[in-house]
């Protein structure tokens, strides 16, 4: 009608949260409310745009690595622009005569995907090309990875050294600036130690790090080491975590004796006497069975009493090799301490045994 005035009621976004970073095949959940004065079938379009704030821009081309681009419309619903698979579970209102909706949008990142500083672009143009726009930076972790592979403790002192062996991965494809590595060791209520290093891992790269700290810390009791990497736009990584004990080292085993030369060689030549003695005896009681089972007549006595002192003299020697090879076993070999002892107790028993049954019988010889 001539005269009336038609207030258009922009689009307001009144509400926004999102869940998640950007990172190889993460997801994020980007929620938000938008309110229409002129009830939500006003609305022409939703676009909301992701991309890497470092080596992106809003107004580039969608790339899997940097830049996803995603639409909304009343007739469409939601789809990507340009690229496939980045788009996840998703929720839009159903009742275009309300004022007031939610909407609902799950982006998975591709494989490719490079972690670091994003940002969530949010448009929405109403039919009378009025339009309202907001912008989150997403502070995502960095691109690097970190693992500690061990954490060797050693007590110095009142203190413990915590010795941790880290590795770095740099997923970033282009760039390797210098970054700070970031540790930590943690009891359940504190920080008892805390450093930082500055380190450089070339671009799609890894690295393996070793940090000593120093703590004070309770034998038994455990404890947690802490790394992460801090990028120079301040974006860290989750933090990786190795729990350890403190523990008191066993005493090593006392170093081995090596064999003495003089040792063996004694040993040696007294196991070839020995044999050389019981080869001596075996043969003496085959030769002199027949006179010994005579004990009664003379000549068999004299017979017997010419090895009297031969086999005293053996007795002697025999205890004499068994007390040596006792005392100094530690630097003589094993088999070689096993067989003196095993000759020179044969040896020692039969020389007693011969004295005992046949050696009181030897006539008593004076020197005038």
């Not at 039919?127 to 995502?140: C, D, F, Q, R, W």
């Not at 997923?171 to 920080?191: A, E, F, H, M, Q």
């Not at 790269?205 to 801090?230: D, I, P, R, W």
């Amino acid at each position: 009608m001539p005269g009336e005035l038609t207030v258009n009621y922009p689009p307001e976004i009144v509400d926004y949260s999102w869940e998640g970073y950007f990172g190889p095949s993460e997801h994020v959940w980007f929620n938000f409310t938008i309110r229409d004065g002129d009830t939500l079938s006003d609305i022409s379009y939703v676009k909301v745009v992701v991309y890497h704030r470092q080596y992106s821009s809003l107004d580039a081309d969608n790339t899997k690595k940097y830049h996803y681009t995603f639409m909304w419309t009343w007739s469409d619903g939601w789809y990507e622009v340009d690229l496939t698979g980045h788009l996840g579970q998703n929720y839009a209102p159903t009742d275009p005569t309300v004022n007031v909706g939610d909407w609902k949008l799950e982006i998975v990142c591709d494989k490719e995907c490079v972690s670091g500083l994003w940002a969530i672009y949010l448009e929405v143009l109403d039919s009378k090309n009025a339009m309202a726009t907001l912008t989150v930076n997403i502070e995502g972790y960095g691109p690097y990875d970190v693992v500690i592979k061990s954490v060797i403790v050693t007590i110095i002192g009142d203190q413990s050294v915590a010795k941790a062996y880290i590795e770095v991965t740099n997923r970033n494809p282009k760039y390797g600036p210098d970054v700070t590595l970031v540790t930590k060791i943690t009891d359940y209520n504190s920080t008892l130690a805390e450093q930082n290093t500055t380190i450089q891992v070339p671009a799609a790269y890894s690295s393996l790090f070793s940090v000593e700290m120093y703590f004070h810390g309770e034998v038994g009791k455990a404890y947690t080491f802490v790394a992460y990497v801090v990028d120079p736009y301040d974006i860290s990584t989750p933090p990786a975590t190795y729990s350890f004990m403190i523990s008191v080292p066993l005493a090593p085993p006392p170093p081995a004796i090596p064999p003495s030369v003089v040792a063996v060689t004694v040993a040696g030549g007294m196991n070839l006497f020995m044999i050389i003695s019981l080869v001596f005896i075996l043969i003496s009681f085959i030769v002199f069975a027949r006179p010994l089972s005579c004990m009664v007549k003379k000549k068999a006595i004299q017979c017997i009493c010419l090895f009297s002192n031969t086999f005293m003299a053996l007795a002697i020697v025999s205890l004499m090799m068994i007390i040596f090879v006792w005392l100094f076993s530690a630097y003589i070999p094993f088999f070689l301490t096993i067989t003196s002892l095993i000759l020179g107790i044969i040896l020692f028993l039969i020389s007693l045994v011969f004295l005992i049954l046949h050696g009181g019988k030897c006539p008593i010889i004076k020197i005038a």
